[in-house]
């Protein structure tokens, strides 16, 4: 899919995973594209395979830096039209009755106080653009309880809270909000959970895997591509009319494991 007008575009945590696969979606359909994220290394890497990127360091669990960074991205890209919140973090696993509040707390920061901060301060420059978008990335576990990760549940089912009401909020001024949700995404960190789980329970990696798949109907991880063509469908004319949506691209998973 091509983008008639460039679009501005913000991507938070876009320099690797989903994140890397929505910015190089986006770059690929004509938009001009900012990534912010913690790690400086991965963005060296993003910026030399795609140097008109425009690149930003920033831990958005950090509120001043967060604001700093939006209107750094805004000014780098004349305006922005669209921002994927895709930044959080996983946090710790663990039962609510062993559960550290400060490391509770941690993940609120990022996953939610984070995502707040960065909305809040593109919204001005949403407003001034012709068909201002957002998409916010929660998670299968937005949908269903998620046992000894609860921090990370309360987020991703907060942020289906925050995209409803900010399509409610926005919708007068024509700016679209949505929400997806992915499942198990294929990569790197899913082969190391699966190698985690194998290590305690004595299976093998690809008997794990089996077991991981056994609740979803389509019987594969989701591509990280598949999540970037949303986005950037979801930003485009073709979306003109979803918004306050909140659609999983998880093969159809039937709980959170």
Not at 40 to 46: H, R, T
Not at 104 to 116: A, D, I, M, P
Not at 171 to 180: L, T
Request: aromatic share 4%.
């Amino acid at each position: 899919m091509t983008i008639s007008t460039a679009q501005r575009v913000l991507v938070t945590a876009g320099a690797s995973g989903i994140g890397r696969a929505i910015a190089q979606a986006f770059v690929s359909a004509g938009a001009k594209v900012c990534v912010c994220d913690l790690d400086e290394a991965a963005l060296e890497q993003l910026r030399a395979q795609m140097p008109d990127v425009v690149t930003l360091v920033c831990d958005i669990g950090d509120r001043v830096a967060a604001a700093r960074m939006v209107d750094e991205a805004a000014a780098a890209l004349g305006g922005i039209d669209v921002l994927v919140n895709n930044a959080g973090i996983a946090g710790p696993a663990a039962s609510v009755a062993d559960m550290d509040p400060d490391a509770w707390e941690s993940v609120l920061r990022v996953n939610l106080t984070g995502t707040f901060i960065v909305t809040q301060h593109a919204i001005p420059h949403l407003k001034q653009s012709r068909a201002g978008t957002i998409v916010v990335m929660s998670s299968l576990a937005g949908r269903f309880g998620y046992p000894n990760r609860s921090p990370y549940a309360v987020t991703k089912w907060g942020l289906v809270g925050f995209t409803k009401t900010l399509s409610r909020e926005l919708g007068e001024f024509g700016i679209r909000v949505n929400a997806i949700l992915p499942g198990a995404v294929e990569g790197p960190r899913i082969q190391q959970v699966l190698a985690g789980r194998a290590s305690v329970s004595g299976r093998s990696v690809a008997e794990e895997e089996a077991a991981a798949l056994a609740n979803q109907s389509i019987k594969h991880f989701v591509d990280p591509a598949d999540i970037a063509a949303l986005a950037v469908f979801l930003a485009s004319g073709a979306g003109r009319s979803i918004a306050g949506q909140i659609i999983p691209v998880d093969g159809d998973s039937q709980s959170a494991s």
